[in-house]
C-alpha cells in the first residue's frame, strides 16, 4: 500500500485566478499526466498501465468514448485518460479501521474529492437499520441481505437499477438480464443524465441513435462543425483527429458560449513540432453563440441553404438523395423560408456575417460532419436542436457518404455498449422478444423509471429500494436537495463501486457497499483470465484486458457480483446458468450473440486484434429503420430561452480536473483556475451591468416557478470572456441549481446548461 496522497487543499480558501489558456495539451500535458502516476503507482505499475492504455491487448481508456485509431502510436493515451487510470490503480486502500472511525454523518461533511482521496475499497460493508456506521460483512451474508429486501417487495417496480456507463458490455448484458428477470423495467442509467436526446432526435428522423461515421471519416471531412463540446478536457484525442483532418485541408467550426483552449490552438505532445512549435490553430471560425442558441443557428443556416438553392437552382441540394431516402422536405423548405432573421440574432448573440459565413462554408463543402456533446444535449429544446442538425445534414445529403455525418460525442467509455446491451427502461418489443427466446421467460414490458422519474418514484415513496452498478446518482443528478431526501426516504441503498463517493454517504435506511474490480486489473474466474468488451463512440466494439494486479484480493468483478445477486435472489426461478456467467465470460457473449444484432460470433471476432464495428444503416447504406423507411426532415418551432433583465443564464459544466462528479484536483488549468471551485464565471460587461466586480464574492439564485430555494452560496465571481448574459459554473457543485422539473422535451435530460440565475452580493462572506 502506497501513502495517500495530500488532501489538505480541500477547500477554496487557496483559490487563485489567472488568465485563460489558448492552447490545449502539449507537454504540460503529458507532464502533469505523468508525475503523480508515477510518484502514486511506482515506476513499474506505471509503466505496465500506460504501455497497455488503448493497446490492442491492453485494456480500454474509462475516461471517455473516444474511439481508437487503426494505427495506434506506442503511447495512445491523454493526459486525462492518465489521470483516470492512476486514480483507479492507484494501490491506497480504505483501511479496514475506516468504517468504525468514520460515521455516515461524518462522511456526509466531507467532499467528493476528500471522498475520492482515501482510497479503492476493499470488502463489502453494510450499514443496518438504526446504526450510522458500515460495518464488513461477507460476500454472502451481503447478498442474501439484498435478496431478502427484493424478495419481500410489494413488486418488482418497488425497485430501481441504475447503470453508470463504465460497466462493460458482459456485465451490463448480465445485469439487465438479471433485472428483468426479477420483474422490471427500472433500468435508468447515466445516458439519461448525458445524451438521451441524442437517441430520442436520432431515433426518429434516422432511426438509429448512434453516430453515423466511422473513425476515418474525420480525416475525409471538408468541414467539422463541433458544437457544444469541449474536447480539448473531455475528449482529448479528439484534437488529433481534428489536427489530422486540418492538415488534409479540412476546415473546423466550432461553437461555443465558452473560448475553450482546445478549440483554439492544439500542441500534439505526440509531435515534436508540438512540443516545441506554437501548435496547430484548430477553429477557422469561432460562433461565441449564447446558451440554448443553437437551435436558432441551424435553422437560420438551412434558410440560407435554402435560399443559394432558390437562387441557383440545382447547384446547392442534393435533390437525389432527398428524393430518394428523405421525407418531409417540403414542409421543412416552407417553415425554414419563415425563421425570422432578428429573433436568430437575439437568440445566439451572433452577427449576421458570422451566420452567412457559417452558411457559405457548408454550401461549398462537400463532405461535412457535425460533433456535439452536453452543450447541446442538456437544454430543453435538445433533441429539436438535435433534430436541426440532422435536417442541416439531410439537405445536402451529408449522412452515408464518406467523410460525413451525425457525430455525438459520448462521454462514459462504454455508455453505448450498456445501451446495445439493453440497458434502458424502454427497450423495444424485438429486444424482449429476444431475451424471451433465448432464456425461456417472459421478460416485463412495462417502461420502467428513468433517472429522474426515479427519483420522483423515491419521493413519493413508490420505490424503496434503489440499486447503482457504478456511479454517483445523487452528485450527478438535478435539485441536490430534493435528491437526496428522495434516496434517504428508500429502504435500502446498494453501490457497487470501486471508491467512495457522496453516494455512499447519502443512503436509504439500509445500505451497502460492493467493491468491485476497476478495468485496469487482471480479472481471473475458474475458466482462467477473463477480459471484457466495449463499444466506442462509433459503433466499434473491442476488448478490455485487465494488466495489474487487482489492489484487493477479496474484490469481486461486476460480471461475479451481478451472478452472485442473481442466484441469491431469482435461485432457480428463471432457467439461466448465472454460475456459468461468472466462470468464463464466453457464456455471457455466447448469449449476447443470440439476442443482440450485430454480435454473431462475439466471443471470437472480439478477439481479433481490432474487434468489430457495428452494422449501422444510414452510415453503411443510406437505409433508415424508421416507421417509413425514410430520413425525417422535421419541423420544429423556436422558442428561444427567456432571460429578463438582470438575470443571468447558467451552464453547470465540467473542469479540466475532474471526471464527472470525480475530482482529481481542485484546479481547472486551461481556464486559468488553481485549488479552488466556488467560481461563476461572468463577461465583464455583465458584470458591469449587473453592478459587481472581479473577485466579489457572491450568492447565486435560480428562478424557477415553485418556492424552493435554491442557492449556491459565497460564490467567488471571475471575470471570464463567455457569451454575454452566459454564466458558468461547475458540476457537480451546481446541480443544486437545477429544478428536478427542469427536463429536455421528449428525452427527460436534466437542463443542466441553462439556468437562469440571479447573483448577488453574498449575504455573509466567509472568506477574505
Ligand atoms: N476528463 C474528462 N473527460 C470526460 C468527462 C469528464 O468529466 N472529465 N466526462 C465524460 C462524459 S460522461 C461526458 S458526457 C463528456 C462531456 O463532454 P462535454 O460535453 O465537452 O462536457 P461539458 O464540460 O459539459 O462541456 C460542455 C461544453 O459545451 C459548451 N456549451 C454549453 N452550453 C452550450 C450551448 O448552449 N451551446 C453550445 N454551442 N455550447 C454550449 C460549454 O461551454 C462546454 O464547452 O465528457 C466525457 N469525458
Ligand atoms: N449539472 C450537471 N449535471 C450532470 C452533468 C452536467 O454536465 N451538469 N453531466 C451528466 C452526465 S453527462 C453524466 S454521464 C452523469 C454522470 O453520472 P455518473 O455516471 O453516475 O457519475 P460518475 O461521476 O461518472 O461516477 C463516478 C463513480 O463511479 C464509480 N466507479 C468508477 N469506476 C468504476 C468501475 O469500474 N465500476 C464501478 N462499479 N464503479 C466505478 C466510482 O465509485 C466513482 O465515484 O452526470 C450528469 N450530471
Ligand atoms: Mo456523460
Redesign the pocket.
Known sequence: MTEKPPVDDVTDDRLEVGPPREWAAGVPGVLHSMEPAIKQLGLTRTIKLMTSLNQKDGFDC?SCAWPDPDHRKVAEFCENGAKAVTW?ANPVLVPDSFWAEHSIDDLLGKS?YW??MQGR?TKPVHKPVGSDHYEEVSWAQAFEIIAAKLTSLRSPDEASF?T????SNEAAFAYQLFVRAFGTNNLP???N???ESTGTAMNEVVGVGKSTIAYDDFEKADLIIVMGQNPGTNHPRMLTALEDAKRNGAAIVAVNPLPEAGLRRYKNPQRAKGIIGKGTEIADQFLQIRLGGDMALLQAVSKRVLAAEAAAPGTVLDRAFIDEYCEGFEAFAEHAAEVDDDEVLLATGLSLAEIDELADRYIHSDRVIITW??GI??HRKAVETIKEILNLLLLRGNIGKPGAGASPIR??SN?QGDRTMGIWEQMSDTFLDAIRDEFHFEPPRKHGVDALKGIKAMQSGDIRFWM??????V????DTQLAEKAMRGTEMTV???????R??AVVGAEALILP????TEIDIQKSGPQFVSVEDTVCSVHGSHGQVPPVAPELLS?VAIVARLALATLGDRVPVDWQSFEDDYDSVRDHISRVVPGFERYSERVRSRDGFVLPNGPRDSRTFPTTSGRAVLTVNDLEPVERPEGRLLL????SHDQ????IYSLNDRYRGIKKGREVVFINPDDLVELGLVDGQRVDVFTEWTDDVERVLRDYRVVAYPTARGCAAAY??E??V??PLDSAAIGSNT?V??AVLVRVVPAAVSTRV
Do not use: W
Request: proline fraction near 3%; include cysteine.
Open positions: 474509462m483507479e467528493e471522498l475520492g475499497i441504475y453508470s456507463g463504465r460497466t442509467d447515466c445516458s443524465m448525458c445524451h456533446a452536453m444535449t442538456q462521454g462514459h455508455v447503482g452498478m457504478g456511479g454517483n446518482l452528485a450527478a443528478i438535478s453501490q457497487v463501486s470501486t471508491k467512495l463517493n453516494s455512499h468491485t474490480l476497476g478495468r461486476e451552464q453547470t459544466l465540467r471526471y464527472n462528479t470525480t458540476f457537480p451546481a446541480n441549481l437545477v436534466p443542466s446548461k
